[in-house]
């Protein structure tokens, strides 16, 4: 039962275009959506994240966008930079329900390869 | 602050072999927990502590696989035997408290188990 669905394994954009991954998840329970990055040979590290009380999270080039009722939220990066090339993993959990909850579900990840 | 760590980066076993692994998290992290990435999948959660009591060990294979965490700083993964579908990164990541989910934990940079 895969509650975190990114559905595109691969994104390959131009530098300077914008780059949109996708995420979506079927569990209403969750309220606390992350985005992580990672390198080959590297731990993902933290990129991003928005509480379901919001619908948009901005933070420099990085733009996390969220629609509830659709059960689906975005990652934008405007403009793609070569050093952007890297796994991205959409994570979940239900935060506000506390204990065990607050852990993470993850997607499957999207590589995303920006081209010089 | 000094990062997640963990050893060994890599291992080779064969299968019904046993193997461990460590983790030592941020200082004052409370909250640790062990992550299993095989290929091609998101992180998955095998197990969480909260200073050195198991908060969530749902899905951790526990014919198989023990964890520990002794006096709530360092953590020691074990898998005794080793399964080929065991062969995976292992990643063990720490926060400050549940509320370390707002800002994302923080991964170390993970064991690869290849098992033969």
């Known amino acids: 039962d895969q509650q975190v669905k990114q559905n595109s394994p691969s994104l390959s954009v131009q530098e300077g275009r914008i780059s949109i991954l996708n995420c979506d998840y079927t569990?209403?329970?969750?309220?606390?959506f992350l985005w992580y990055k990672k390198y080959p040979a590297e731990g993902p590290t933290f990129l991003i994240s928005?509480?379901?009380?919001?619908d948009k999270n901005e933070d420099g080039r990085f733009t996390v966008f969220l629609n509830k009722s659709a059960k689906h939220l975005s990652l934008h990066i405007v403009p793609s930079q070569p050093g952007d090339s890297a796994v991205y993993f959409c994570a979940a959990s239900a935060f506000s329900r506390g204990g065990s909850n607050y852990k993470l579900t993850f997607g499957k990840g999207t590589l995303l390869t920006v081209n010089p | 602050e000094a990062g997640v760590a963990q050893s060994p980066r890599y291992k080779i076993i064969e299968k019904r072999q046993s193997v461990a692994f460590w983790c030592n998290p941020i200082s004052g992290h409370a909250t640790l927990y062990w992550y299993q990435q095989i290929l091609g999948q998101g992180p998955k959660l095998l197990i969480q502590?909260?200073?050195?009591?198991?908060?969530?060990d749902s899905q951790l294979p526990k014919d198989r696989f023990s964890a520990e965490r002794l006096k709530g700083v360092d953590s020691t993964l074990k898998i005794q035997p080793a399964k080929l579908e065991d062969s995976a990164v292992y990643l063990c990541a720490s926060s400050s408290s549940f509320t370390g989910t707002l800002y994302g934990y923080t991964f170390g940079s993970g064991t690869r188990l290849t098992v033969v």
């Open positions: 569990n209403s329970m969750f309220d606390y």
């Open positions: 502590f909260q200073n050195n009591g198991v908060v969530d």
């Open positions: 928005i509480s379901s009380i919001k």
